[in-house]
T-cell receptor, first 112, second 115 residues
Framework: DVKVTQSSRYLVKRTGEKVFLECVQD?????MFWYRQDPGLGLRLIYF???????EKGDIPEGYSVSREKKERFSLILESASTNQTSMYLC???????????FGPGTRLLVL | AQKVTQAQTEISVVEKEDVTLDCVYE???????LFWYKQPPSGELVFLIR??????QNEISGRYSWNFQKSTSSFNFTITASQVVDSAVYFC????????????FGSGTKLNVKP
């Protein structure tokens, strides 16, 4: 079974704080993704990575950065959190051999 | 234009009723994948099924079945004898041959199954 885990289910941060969201997958998948999900806007891709140290911008990369130092781990970084980054963040992974994206449990981030 | 349309925003049924969730997609590629995911209140998106564009066979898995019709660009999902645990938001998604990493998600259909 594919397992994607995220470091926190719920997170509360203050405006201006630096925030790290961690995602780990145990299936040796090449591809990893970060999405945010907001009511009425659906799922939107922030960044994805197809290999260690490789990254590509998704549809809404502004205000975010990512890091992939190891194949199994993909981090999303909010350099200076703002209230409009309050959202549900979902991590996913996939392999080019299968193309299905498997999702983690999500992190609900509240920025005050 | 939306690539994946789930016109039903919310559906309510009583337990044991059958329910069909509609998904209409739009693509010019001849090679593509279609997916269904379930998102229960806990938040995780659970993968249910993947279909490639060359396989129009209908699929049945327990109480779940999927009807893929290229002629109408639809990939509908039916739950037979619904149960309260089926209550969730269901997403249909499309990925295309020119970039399989890019998923186009529908807006989701919220299914409420009442006891």
């Amino acid at each position: 079974d594919v397992k994607v885990t995220q470091s926190s289910r719920y997170l509360v941060k203050r405006t201006g704080e630096k925030v790290f969201l961690e995602c780990v997958q145990d299936m040796d998948h090449e591809n990893m993704f970060w999405y945010r999900q907001d009511p009425g806007l659906g799922l939107r891709l922030i960044y994805f990575s197809y290999d260690v140290k490789m990254k590509e911008k998704g549809d809404i990369p502004e205000g975010y950065s990512v890091s992939r130092e190891k194949k199994e781990r993909f981090s999303l970084i909010l350099e200076s959190a703002s209230t409009n980054q309050t959202s549900m963040y979902l991590c996913a992974s996939s392999t080019p051999r299968e193309e299905t994206q498997y999702f983690g449990p999500g992190t609900r981030l509240l920025v005050l | 234009a939306q690539k994946v349309t789930q016109a039903q925003t919310e559906i309510s049924v009583v337990e044991k009723e059958d329910v069909t969730l509609d998904c209409v997609y739009e693509t010019r590629d001849t090679t593509y994948y279609l997916f269904w995911y379930k998102q229960p209140p806990s938040g995780e998106l659970v993968f249910l099924i993947r279909r490639n564009s060359f396989d129009e066979q209908n699929e049945i898995s327990g109480r779940y079945s999927w009807n893929f019709q290229k002629s109408t660009s639809s990939f509908n999902f039916t739950i037979t004898a619904s149960q309260v645990v089926d209550s969730a938001v269901y997403f249909c998604a499309l990925s295309e041959a020119n970039n399989f990493n890019k998923f186009y998600f529908g807006s989701g259909t919220k299914l409420n199954v009442k006891p």
